[in-house]
């Protein structure tokens, strides 16, 4: 079993639909949660970083964490054809490793 | 400023050159990284420095070398690679290493190709 799960897609929705990305966990240890958005030939870029269970918004992103069920969420409300792209979340536990999901492809039809 | 910069995006080498990429920070960050990333798969870790010094080589084959000149500047050194090296080479930086809380900012990568 892999430390952090994430379907790999792709996902497809229309201009305008709310996405949920979604990652599961097994590493109770887990204390930090982050999300990055890749575009396809590009480097990740830092969309959201949480610590611990509850929300976190920043414009038309929101983080999600559950603890209790080791699941976190990344929503995107409002979603553009420019939000296409490979999504990855990510979790660490104070060593010096990110334990990244296998990304999950995001298509937003125009 | 939360850019790291590297250089070059493209690079194609033969299985008997040497090359090296670069990686650039002007973020006072002291934790730099070097990734590997193939496609459709998530980064893999290969090295980390902290403090201008070696800390994790995750049993990276000795054709890569990484080096460390100064606080802001990371190099891989590139010599007798193989097809299969062919990805994307990431890097990253953090303001420090070992510690709960530290985003780690991505470069834009290089696209090596070995022929």
């Known amino acids: 079993q892999k430390e952090v799960e994430q379907d790999p897609g792709p996902l497809s929705v229309p201009e305008g639909a709310i996405v949920s990305l979604n990652c599961t966990y097994s590493?109770?240890?887990?204390?930090?949660f982050m999300w990055y958005r890749q575009y396809s030939r590009k480097g990740p870029e830092l969309l959201m970083y949480?610590?611990?269970?509850g929300n976190k918004e920043d414009g038309r992103f929101t983080a999600q964490v559950d603890k209790s069920s080791k699941y976190i969420s990344l929503f995107i409300r409002d979603s553009q054809p420019s939000d296409s792209a490979t999504y990855l979340c990510a979790a660490e536990s104070g060593t010096y490793k990110y334990i990244f999901g296998t990304g999950t492809r995001l298509k937003v039809l125009a | 400023d939360t850019e790291v910069t590297q250089t070059p995006k493209h690079l194609v080498m033969g299985m008997t050159n040497k090359k090296s990429l670069k990686c650039e920070q002007h973020m006072g960050h002291r934790a730099m990284y070097w990734y590997k990333q193939k496609a459709k798969k998530p980064p893999e870790l290969m090295f980390v420095y902290s403090y201008e010094k070696l800390s994790i080589n995750e049993s990276v084959p000795s054709r890569f070398s990484p080096e460390c000149p100064n606080s802001s500047l990371l190099n891989l050194h590139l010599h007798a690679l193989q097809p299969e090296d062919s990805a994307l080479y990431l890097c990253?930086?953090?303001?420090?290493?070992?510690?709960?809380?530290?985003?780690?900012?991505f470069g834009p990568g290089t696209r090596l190709t070995v022929l």
């Open positions: 990253a930086s953090s303001q420090e290493f070992r510690a709960l809380g530290n985003e780690q900012f």
């Open positions: 590493n109770s240890a887990f204390q930090y």
């Open positions: 949480t610590y611990s269970s």
